[in-house]
């Protein structure tokens, strides 16, 4: 049980330095908790060290927390379908296409995370733009695999869609309420877009 224990441990320590590693901001959340383990703020401006992140996930099966926002580059859109979160993409795409293939994991509790490139500006966090659905953006975080979540559950990237396998899309048009999305005009380099199957489509291929 040691070993696993210490295997378990060195490969969620590898994710938070790969993380790292691709300028996202991390820090460690508790075992089977949503709840930061340190004083998070002074990260949501400034990276920690890889010192840090060894030290931080040296000793126990502590969860890895990604730091949404500007110094991330990323805004993540947190679809919880227990809150009706399928339902209000699948309104969105019947409006307005299917969602650009992006990074996304699969939460412990069942739900998605679609990882979006940060527009620029500012992006505030948002609770329920929509039945089921939350944006974390500057001053926000989310739990990120491969934590275990309290149902039992490991958080996981969906096939194909890890960020070793695909690019962060950018920010779909019309996915924000106007009264959340602030952007300021600044300059950043455009992917290629891409076409992506809609979130019911989406479900049911990773069951």
């Keep these: ?17 790969t993380y790292l590693g691709r300028g996202w901001s991390v820090m460690p959340i508790g075992h089977e908790s949503k709840r930061p383990i340190v004083k998070w703020k002074p990260y949501q401006t400034s990276r920690p060290t890889y010192g840090d992140v ?4 040296r000793l126990d099966d502590t969860g890895i927390g990604i730091i949404t926002g500007a110094l991330s580059g990323i805004v993540v859109v947190d679809v919880d379908d227990r809150s009706g979160g399928q339902d209000s993409l699948a309104a ?18 069942g739900g998605l995370h679609l990882y979006f490139r ?9 609770a329920g733009i929509s039945p089921g659905i939350d944006i974390r953006g500057d001053g926000g ?3 990120a695999p491969p934590s275990m979540h309290a149902s039992g559950r490991r958080y996981e990237w969906l096939p194909g869609c890890c960020p ?3 690019e962060l899309a ?8 106007e009264r959340v999305l602030s952007i300021a005009p600044t300059p950043r380099r455009r992917s290629q877009p891409q076409t992506g199957r809609s979130l019911k489509a989406l479900c049911m291929a990773v069951g």
């Design 54 to 57: 060894a030290a931080w996930w």
């Design 141 to 143: 975080y989310v739990v």
């Design 118 to 126: 940060h527009p620029g500006g500012r992006v505030p966090n948002a």
């Design 92 to 109: 969105y795409e019947a409006e307005h296409g299917p969602l650009p293939a992006t990074v996304t994991a699969r939460t412990g509790g």
């Design 164 to 166: 070793d396998q695909m």
């Design 1 to 17: 049980m040691g070993a696993l224990k210490e295997q378990l441990v060195n490969d969620t320590m590898y994710e938070a330095l």
């Design 170 to 177: 950018d920010l779909p048009p019309g996915l924000l309420e």
